[in-house]
């Protein structure tokens, strides 16, 4: 696995240094209210990075109205998503998607994580699979 991945290009007479993400991961969990919170966390980013999460149901599609948080972190930046659910929004096995962009580099890469009704997290479905 490669922590960092440095890239070098020339693009308009302007030489770029990209720094592609440290961790990225993608993970849910419900509330008491029975609310559903899908998060996606990137660490060590550069230059400042987008992020989008993405639902499939039937098709892939963009959640609307997420929470992107982005915050400069020793040169890099670090970036999180967040999207609250209702759990009637989401009575099946599903897909979420986190998507981590670096437009400057043309650079994307995806994590996908499934959410399973009834189940209370994502962290020991994680545990089990990364054992």
């Known amino acids: 696995k490669n922590d960092k991945i440095v890239y070098h290009w020339v ?5 770029f240094l990209v720094s592609a993400e440290k ?8 509330h008491e209210s029975g609310a ?7 660490q060590g980013v ?3 990075p987008k992020m989008a999460l993405y639902i499939e149901s039937k ?3 963009i959640l609307k109205d997420v929470m992107v948080q982005v915050k400069k972190a ?3 930046y670090d970036i ?7 759990d009637r929004e989401i009575q099946t096995t599903t897909i979420f998607d986190c998507e981590l962009r670096i437009p400057e580099a043309n650079y994307a ?12 997290s994502s962290f020991i479905i994680q545990n089990l699979i990364n054992f």
């Open 59 to 61: 098709s892939m599609s």
């Open 80 to 86: 999180s998503a967040t999207k609250i659910l209702e």
């Open 23 to 30: 961790k990225l991961h993608i993970t849910w969990w419900r």
């Open 36 to 42: 559903v919170n899908v998060t996606c966390v990137a």
């Open 11 to 15: 693009n308009y007479g302007i030489c």
């Open 109 to 120: 890469v995806r994590k996908s994580i499934i959410y399973y009704p009834g189940k209370s």
């Open 74 to 76: 020793h040169k890099c």
């Open 46 to 48: 550069y230059p400042e």
